[in-house]
């Protein structure tokens, strides 16, 4: 999976481009690699569009913590006092990043766990790669 951080590196996306380059002519050309990628990596090289479950394989804790949420009863979803945002470090610096419009102030309810779950799923596997 791509590092998330790969951008304080100028030339980061030449570097992706090469790498891909390599793999590309390695397979054309019959030769394996001792590289994988996770599944997720895989399905959006061949335009399928990526779900939740995709998620476990990026990151298992994560994926297990967003499974429960979407079963948890509405006291423990207000429990966990959640809202529409990530927070992220960045070299020590707390990135607030918000799911949707002014997520970091709408709190997670009952009510709008899936959107929730949908939303950190999409995050993580789409937008901080």
Sequence with gaps: MPNPRSHVQPDHI?????VGRIIGKALIDGHLLECYFVKSMYKVMIGQKLTFRDLEDVDHALYKGMAWTTTANADEVDALMESFCVHEDEFG?????DLIPNGRNIPVTHETKELFVEKMAYHYLYKSV
Excluded: A, G, Q
Aim: a positive charge; hydrophobic letters at 50%.
């Design 14 to 18: 030449r570097y992706f481009k090469f």
């Design 93 to 97: 610096r707390d990135l607030v990043i």
